[in-house]
């Protein structure tokens, strides 16, 4: 095999492994429509005018549509009150037509509103985010639930590439509720050793070299360089950074993982764009299939797919 085609098979190819996703809930929604007569919904409340937030909303959009999904879209003002907020997160709770419901973070840095309290305010059924409270505890004690959309999608990932991941050293660099808290949940339940670095970990280049699987969700471009890691180490780089370009005045996105040289290293790596991003609404979408199917008591093979 020549260089060029080794680096190609090490990598994971998110973008097509959602796409089957997609297409199998679009499949299932059919079925659904044909069986029982509903179609799945989900409800996306946006506060401000952040240019990012919108257009991770738009793609949401764009997706629920494709499968199949209703879809709507509530776009609140960046002065809107915490109660505003939750009266409309309420209306939606009450509303038998929506089956998830998401509040796209984060919220403008402007707003005195608390994210928490807005996140707790969505009924844990519809709660397709998997930030509150309730189904933070039910993942942190091995119990079924919505989880967040991310992390599914690295153990998705992940999964297919290794069956039997017990006993695997795990390091999920970031600890974050929305990444690095519940994926280290989702890994322990695979029976991963974990361990949770963060900004305070000493030694992080030691615990690199010493993981066979890296879940790298800092934020900072190009974090891990290619000779922390590990030879035969799997890598699921979440990190979504824009960066200036020399010759381009349009932004480039990179990762948290020094991708160029680390795919020389390893045995399979996430590319940045292309690895966990598109797993993400693809994740997301599974989430309000599972939970428009919970709240009817529907038995789907949506059970068997998220972790
Ligand atoms: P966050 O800012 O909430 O958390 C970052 C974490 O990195 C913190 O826990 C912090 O302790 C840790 N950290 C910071 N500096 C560090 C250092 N020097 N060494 C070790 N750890 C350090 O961010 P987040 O919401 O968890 O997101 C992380 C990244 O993932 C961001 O780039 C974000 O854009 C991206 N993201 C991607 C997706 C996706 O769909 N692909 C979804 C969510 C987040």
């Given at each position: 095999m020549s260089t060029d085609s080794i680096l190609r098979s090490k990598i994971i190819d998110g973008k097509k492994?959602?796409?089957?996703?997609?297409?199998?809930?679009?499949?299932?929604?059919?079925?659904?429509?044909?069986?029982?007569?509903?179609?799945?919904?989900?409800?996306?409340?946006?506060?401000?005018?952040?240019?990012?937030?919108?257009?991770?909303?738009?793609?949401?959009?764009?997706?629920?549509?494709?499968?199949?999904?209703?879809?709507?879209?509530?776009?609140?003002?960046?002065?809107?009150?915490?109660?505003?907020?939750?009266?409309?997160?309420?209306?939606?709770?009450?509303?038998?037509?929506?089956?998830?419901?998401?509040?796209?973070?984060?919220?403008?840095?402007?707003?005195?509103?608390?994210?928490?309290?807005?996140?707790?305010?969505?009924?844990?059924?519809?709660?397709?985010?998997?930030?509150?409270?309730?189904?933070?505890?039910?993942?942190?004690?091995?119990?079924d639930g919505l989880f967040p959309a991310t992390p599914s999608g690295c153990i998705i990932l992940i999964k297919e590439l290794s069956l039997n991941l017990a006993g695997k050293k795990a390091l999920v660099i970031g600890r974050s509720n929305l990444v690095g808290k519940p994926i280290a949940s989702m890994l322990l339940k695979e029976n991963c050793t974990v361990t949770i670095a963060h900004s305070k970990t000493k030694n992080l280049i030691q615990e690199c070299k010493n993981a066979d699987i890296i879940i790298a969700a800092i934020g900072i471009p190009n974090f891990v360089k290619g000779d922390w890691v590990k030879k035969d180490s799997i890598i699921i780089d979440v990190g979504i950074n824009r960066i200036d370009n020399l010759d381009n005045p349009k932004k480039r996105i990179v990762g948290d993982v020094d991708y160029e040289e680390a795919i020389k290293v390893c045995k399979a790596i996430t590319p940045v764009p292309g690895g966990v991003g598109p797993m993400t609404i693809a994740c997301l979408l599974l989430n309000t299939l599972k939970a428009s199917c919970i709240r009817?008591?529907?038995?789907?093979?949506?059970?068997?797919f998220t972790v």
């Amino acid at each position: 095999m020549s260089t060029d085609s080794i680096l190609r098979s090490k990598i994971i190819d998110g973008k097509k492994r959602s796409l089957t996703i997609r297409e199998w809930i679009k499949s299932e929604i059919l079925k659904l429509k044909e069986s029982y007569n509903f179609i799945p919904g989900l409800a996306v409340i946006i506060v401000g005018d952040d240019p990012a937030s919108h257009i991770y909303v738009k793609n949401k959009e764009k997706q629920s549509i494709e499968s199949g999904m209703n879809s709507w879209k509530y776009i609140l003002p960046s002065d809107v009150s915490e109660k505003e907020i939750i009266e409309q997160i309420n209306k939606l709770n009450e509303d038998s037509m929506v089956d998830g419901i998401l509040v796209q973070l984060p919220l403008p840095k402007t707003s005195s509103v608390s994210e928490r309290n807005v996140i707790n305010a969505i009924s844990p059924e519809k709660d397709v985010d998997g930030l509150t409270i309730i189904n933070s505890g039910k993942l942190a004690c091995g119990e079924d639930g919505l989880f967040p959309a991310t992390p599914s999608g690295c153990i998705i990932l992940i999964k297919e590439l290794s069956l039997n991941l017990a006993g695997k050293k795990a390091l999920v660099i970031g600890r974050s509720n929305l990444v690095g808290k519940p994926i280290a949940s989702m890994l322990l339940k695979e029976n991963c050793t974990v361990t949770i670095a963060h900004s305070k970990t000493k030694n992080l280049i030691q615990e690199c070299k010493n993981a066979d699987i890296i879940i790298a969700a800092i934020g900072i471009p190009n974090f891990v360089k290619g000779d922390w890691v590990k030879k035969d180490s799997i890598i699921i780089d979440v990190g979504i950074n824009r960066i200036d370009n020399l010759d381009n005045p349009k932004k480039r996105i990179v990762g948290d993982v020094d991708y160029e040289e680390a795919i020389k290293v390893c045995k399979a790596i996430t590319p940045v764009p292309g690895g966990v991003g598109p797993m993400t609404i693809a994740c997301l979408l599974l989430n309000t299939l599972k939970a428009s199917c919970i709240r009817r008591n529907i038995e789907s093979p949506i059970y068997n797919f998220t972790v």
